[in-house]
């Protein structure tokens, strides 16, 4: 039998891999082609079809919470009046980091021209555009009148009223504005190859008509390539300060008060690696079921899962280091209220949450110091789920341990979340997997031409 014929995991048994275990060897353009676009045009599952299912519901289950705080008002979470930020601004700020971290990855990898990048940058680039647009829902639920959302854009109108530039709200909308327009050009630039390629292997008249509208007439000459390449690590050039800006906005939501414990300056930096840790442990959480699901073992290898859990132990040491420059902050102020608020973190009613924070996102990562704890799919695993749990724990306490506990001992308050605030996040989750497994039927999960490029240049190195 051909090379030409074999799959990617038959390679790799007739074969092995290349030095660095990024490709297997000797595999061509067909089998690469075939390997990815192979989930696209098969038949949907039974799997697909049950987990789609599922995820629909959980959409059902958002749309309803949204219905019902708008006929209900904004009383039916735990927020009070002295906890006026709850489950919303928490998970606006966690999806806003997820968001933030999938296109902020490809640009730095791309830049850095990590070749191992070209199996996992699409569906982190998908899971973007979807955490952001998750995130850029809360803040109008949280204001309790999302109708008038126009507010906050500078438009004319006959009463001359304009956007308060001084709160935090504004920055926000002009922030996550930004970031998708931005993060929708990106991912689809990278796109048009991969569905030139799709139309040019599509059966069906209509696919090809559909994927062919979507490629914009792309041919693969070299004059599209060199524009192409040209204005794509343009875009990654702009990407990474405009990510780093848009996350170091929402820090500065926080930083801006004279809250106890928020006025801090290392909080746009500490939200910026917050949120690339909380996103790349995402992608590795998707990247393990992904994997296996279409049957991508040949195009994300163990060498790639080893680098990103290289990628989540720094980000672990990086957050540990911040949590405990907070501590000494708070500290070496001097400041009653910091000092206080450091101590209602670890002993308070919320200090078992603030314990298990600490251990998801500063220890759990502290196992991939041993190699086989990173090319391990189920500690991989775990270790993604814990710090995803670890950093909504830390969004959520961000708000509850300061407001509940600020600078007068008369206000302090407790904060419960109601039945509504769970079923709010949980929908939202559930629409993020709802919007992933429809990606993963329609657009290649990895990037078919850069894998090619790989293939490729590995080829003439050997």
């Known amino acids: ?30 089998t690469i082609t075939d390997e990815v676009a192979a989930a696209i045009f098969r ?31 904004t009383g039916i979470w735990g927020v009070n009046s002295e906890v006026v930020w709850g489950f919303a601004v928490a998970n606006y700020v966690w999806w806003i980091g997820i968001g933030n971290a999938g296109t902020l990855i490809s640009c730095m990898l791309l830049l850095t021209r990590q070749r191992w990048r070209a ?28 109708w008038l959302a126009y507010w906050l854009a500078p438009y004319p109108n006959t009463m001359t009223l304009w956007p308060q530039w001084r709160s935090p709200l504004v920055w926000d909308m002009f922030a996550i504005a930004c970031y998708i327009l931005f993060s929708i050009l990106f991912w689809y630039t990278g796109l048009i190859p991969d569905l030139a390629t799709l139309r040019d292997k599509a059966k069906h008249r209509f696919t090809k008509v559909a994927y062919g509208i979507f490629a914009l007439g792309w041919n693969g000459s070299s004059r599209q390539w060199k524009n192409y390449n040209s204005y794509y690590y343009a875009m990654a050039a702009l990407g990474v300060p405009l990510v780093v800006s848009i ?11 004279l809250m106890p414990g928020w006025q801090e300056t290392i909080f746009p930096p500490y939200f910026v690696v917050g949120a690339m840790f909380s996103g790349f442990a995402m992608v590795v959480t998707l990247t393990i079921p992904i994997r296996w699901a279409l049957g991508l073992q040949s195009i994300i290898t163990l060498d790639h899962l080893d680098a990103m859990a ?18 000494f902050a708070g500290w070496y102020s001097g400041g009653e ?14 200090g078992w949450l603030y314990w298990m924070m600490l251990a998801c996102n500063g220890l759990a990562p502290q196992l991939f110091w041993w190699r086989r704890f990173r090319r391990g799919l189920v500690p991989l695993f775990i270790v993604g789920v814990l710090v995803n749990v670890g950093m909504w724990l830390e969004r959520i306490l961000i708000n509850m341990n300061t407001l509940a506990h600020g600078h007068l001992p ?12 769970w079923l709010m996040f949980l929908g939202s989750f559930g629409l993020f997997c709802f919007l992933f497994f429809l990606f993963a039927k329609v ?3 990895a990037s078919i031409h850069e894998i090619r490029e790989l293939a490729h240049k590995e080829g003439a190195a050997r």
């Open 1 to 30: 039998m051909s090379d030409a014929t074999l799959t990617g995991r038959e390679l790799i048994a007739n074969h092995g891999r290349t030095r660095d275990g990024l490709m297997p060897a000797e595999m061509p353009y067909g």
């Open 43 to 73: 038949k949907p599952s039974r799997l697909w079809l049950v987990l789609v299912g599922v995820s629909f519901l959980g959409v059902i289950l958002f749309g309803i919470s949204i219905l019902v705080l708008l006929v209900e008002g």
């Open 119 to 146: 199996s996992i940058n699409r569906y982190a680039e998908a899971m973007t555009l979807f955490a952001a647009a998750i995130a850029g829902i809360f803040p109008l639920l949280h204001v309790g009148r999302p």
């Open 247 to 257: 996350h170091s906005v929402v820090g500065l939501d926080y930083a801006a008060t």
């Open 310 to 327: 290289k990628i989540l132990l720094l980000g672990g040491i990086i957050m540990s280091f911040s949590y405990s420059f907070e501590w």
């Open 337 to 350: 209220a910091e000092r206080s608020l450091i101590a209602f973190q670890f002993f308070g009613p919320y």
């Open 410 to 421: 008369s206000t302090f308050s407790f904060y419960v979340p109601t039945i509504w605030d």
């Open 443 to 445: 657009i290649p999960a």
